[in-house]
């Protein structure tokens, strides 16, 4: 049955099998060859990054720097900072220290003493507490009967007198009035026998207000002193009991918070002493100096070269500088597109072509190969190298690296765009004896740019037909 072909797609036809060709399937070498963009960057384990790390101070303000690409002795100044302040602080934190110390050492007697006087202290106030006790009970049971009885008695002791006295009087009297004439000397005994009245007497009235008071007055007031003494250094032995031992553990946190505090006091001079040493950084060797950081295979300088200038001030905690020594070997460093990465095999070789120097030819050999992408997506490719006497690399000297990443000596291979994808895989037009075609599927190899390896499904000698 014949198949019909619509008018309206005739003319496409015939433009189409105008521009198809036809290639006879042979076996030839086949290759892959990469070329990209690679940079001498200096090897990263001899590297000195400068980078700001403080640990306490964070006002770093340029006061030297030396110029970008000098060629530097050991013991040459790189780079310094402003001083002056961060030398106050760190004097004042050396006070700091020292008066620390002292009241540390203050605050270590001081606990130690109420320590050992705390015992003797509460055992003190518990004598005191049982002599008052025992007074004020002596006193109740016995002391003040006994005074009240002394006062009673020394009572009936002046009225004793007194009555005596004025016994004695009387009978003086008596006896003096019998006589007819009384003698000076008998009046003389009787006046001062009046005066001995009168003087027990006035003894006896004194006796009987001292009696009264002592009752009423300084017996009463004797006991409240007593009770009161009891009942005040009870109290005071119950303060006491809990408040030494609590004053003992304060002065021990005390002591502990002012250790603390010490300690952090000699951390923080320590660290402020670490920062100074941040403020003056000399050539380790003899070298050359970059301004910006040299990291992970990439020179980039950006915005922090900026801040390099007099007064300026560097970003905290990245790199601002780098140093490289002499000694240092050059590397070329890629980054390659993910293709690019996964064609390349361990230990690939190569040549490198320096910009302006086509003339030279430089062997070189993949020694890493990044197997995670940067944050950019690409790959990472470290290449090692023998320069050549009359080329000196430098920072950021750029390159051309060619090499064949795959390569079969004989090896079956069309032009990419002979294939096409359908439902069943890959396939290619093959042109059959009879000279129709057939879409063959076949399983496709490596590519290059612009032909295509095939593994399987063509044989040599066959015809395939190119759009």
């Known amino acids: 049955m014949a198949r019909y072909t619509p008018l309206h797609l005739i ?9 198809a ?6 076996k030839r070498p086949f290759s ?3 070329s990209f963009a690679a940079t001498a960057l200096p090897s990263a384990d001899f590297l000195m990054l400068l980078k700001l790390e403080p640990k306490l101070w964070e006002k770093f303000t340029l006061t030297h720097l030396t110029p970008h690409g000098t060629q530097v002795k050991k013991g040459d100044r790189l780079v310094a900072f402003d001083t002056e302040e961060l030398d106050q602080k760190i004097e004042d934190a050396r006070r700091a220290v020292a008066v620390g110390k002292l009241s540390l050492a203050q605050a270590e007697l001081d606990a130690q003493t109420l320590q050992q006087n705390a015992p003797i202290k509460l055992e003190a106030m518990r004598r005191a507490a049982d002599i008052a006790k025992e007074e004020n009970a002596y006193f109740t049971t016995t002391l003040r009967k006994a ?7 020394a009572l009936k002791h002046g009225e004793q007198i007194l009555s005596n006295q004025r016994e ?3 009978q003086l009297s008596k006896m003096y009035e019998a006589d007819d004439v009384t003698e000076n000397t008998e009046e003389i005994i009787l006046v001062r026998q009046q005066d001995a009245v009168a003087s027990a007497e006035f003894a006896l009235r004194m006796e009987a207000l001292d009696h009264k008071r002592t009752l009423e007055v300084t017996l009463p007031r004797e006991a409240k002193t007593l009770a009161d003494a009891e009942r005040d250094t009870a109290l005071a032995l119950k303060k006491a009991e809990a408040d030494i031992p609590r004053a003992v553990e304060t002065s021990q946190l005390t002591l502990e918070a002012l250790k603390v505090a010490q300690r952090r006091a000699a951390e923080t001079l320590s660290q402020l002493e670490a920062d100074r040493a941040l403020c003056e950084i000399t050539a380790p060797a003899a070298g050359f100096f970059y301004h910006g950081p040299i990291e992970n295979g990439r020179w980039t300088p950006s915005e922090i070269v900026k801040t390099l200038i007099p007064q300026g001030q560097p970003p905290l905690h990245k790199t601002y500088a780098t140093f490289v020594p002499l000694s240092t070997p050059f590397a070329l460093i890629a980054f390659l597109d993910e293709a690019t990465a996964r064609s390349l095999v361990p230990d690939a070789k190569g040549d490198a072509i320096l910009t302006g120097r086509e003339d030279l030819s430089i062997s070189v050999k993949l020694e890493k190969l990044a197997t995670i992408p940067a944050p950019d997506g690409t790959y990472r490719a470290d290449f090692s190298l023998t320069w ?9 000297t750029t390159a051309q690296i060619r090499l064949i990443s795959y390569h079969q000596p004989a090896a079956i291979s069309v032009p990419t765009k002979a294939l096409s994808y359908a439902p069943q895989g890959w396939t290619i037009a093959v042109k059959m ?6 879409q063959r599927s076949v399983q496709r190899g490596r590519s290059s740019k612009d032909d295509t390896e095939i593994l399987a499904g063509l044989e040599v000698g066959q015809v395939i037909i190119i759009p």
């Open 11 to 19: 003319p496409a036809l015939i433009a189409a099998a105008s521009h």
């Open 21 to 26: 060709s036809e290639v006879t399937v042979e």
């Open 32 to 34: 892959i060859e990469k």
């Open 147 to 153: 005074k009240e009885d002394t006062a009673t008695q």
């Open 168 to 170: 004695e009087l009387k």
């Open 388 to 396: 050549p006497k009359e080329i000196t690399p430098s920072l950021g």
């Open 433 to 438: 004896a009879d000279g129709k075609t057939e």
